[in-house]
């Protein structure tokens, strides 16, 4: 089993749709959870980090299941400018004292006029 | 624009040959990463340098070999590596490493061709 899953798409949407994406993971002892989002042939930038109570972003919401050992990104009304590769990142825990931030493979979000 | 800074953006290089890419932050951040992605995959740690020491290998072949000069500078010198070598190299510093390890801040890569 992969350390962090993901579905790779592509989802093609509507502008103005909802859309969601879910990741799993597999270290339960993983402590920090964030999406990324990386636009094609660009470094991936921080879209949003996850915390427990679920945190919510203009139209972005991310929400952390410790128990199924998931996250999810929510995006509502989905804009053209919206279309690119959304990362889940984990990290994971290494020896002793150690974590290392490891990517899901992505999924790629294609929003239509 | 990213603070954190790569170069060079473009490199080709043969089998034999001897090159290195840089990176440098000026944040303060205590942690630098180096992440290897190829087209249409996510990135894949590398390195991880710790308060200038190396704390994660990701077994990676000796053809590439990082060295951390100072907490502001990460070099990876790369010697006679292979085709399919040929990835998008990206940098990345945090304020710490460890269990609770923050955001990420990536450089904008150095895109690598072997011949």
């Known amino acids: 089993r992969k350390e962090v899953e993901q579905d790779p798409g592509p989802f093609n949407v509507p502008e103005g749709a909802t859309v969601a994406f879910n990741c799993t993971y597999s270290?339960?002892?993983?402590?920090?959870f964030f999406w990324y989002r990386q636009d094609c042939r660009k470094e991936p930038k921080l879209l949003m980090s996850?915390?427990?109570s679920g945190n919510e972003d203009g139209r972005f919401t991310a929400q952390l299941n410790r128990a199924s050992q998931y996250i999810s990104l929510l995006i509502r009304d989905s804009k053209l400018s919206d279309s690119a590769t959304y990362l889940c990142v984990v990290n994971i825990k290494g020896s002793s004292n150690t974590g290392k931030l490891i990517f899901g493979q992505g999924t790629t979000l294609q929003v239509k006029p | 624009d990213t603070e954190v800074t790569q170069t060079p953006k473009h490199l080709v290089m043969g089998m034999t040959n001897k090159k290195s890419l840089k990176c440098e932050q000026h944040m303060g951040h205590r942690a630098m990463y180096w992440y290897k992605q190829k087209a249409k995959k996510p990135p894949e740690l590398m390195f991880v340098?710790?308060?200038?020491?190396?704390?994660i290998n990701e077994s990676v072949p000796s053809r590439f070999s990082p060295e951390c000069p100072n907490s502001s500078l990460l070099n990876l010198h790369l010697h006679a590596l292979q085709p399919e070598d040929s990835a998008l190299y990206l940098c990345?510093?945090?304020?710490?490493?460890?269990?609770?390890?923050?955001?990420?801040?990536f450089g904008e890569g150095s895109r690598l061709t072997v011949l």
């Open positions: 996850v915390y427990s």
């Open positions: 270290n339960s002892a993983s402590q920090s």
């Open positions: 990345a510093s945090s304020q710490f490493s460890g269990q609770a390890t923050g955001e990420l801040f």
């Open positions: 340098y710790s308060y200038e020491k190396l704390s």
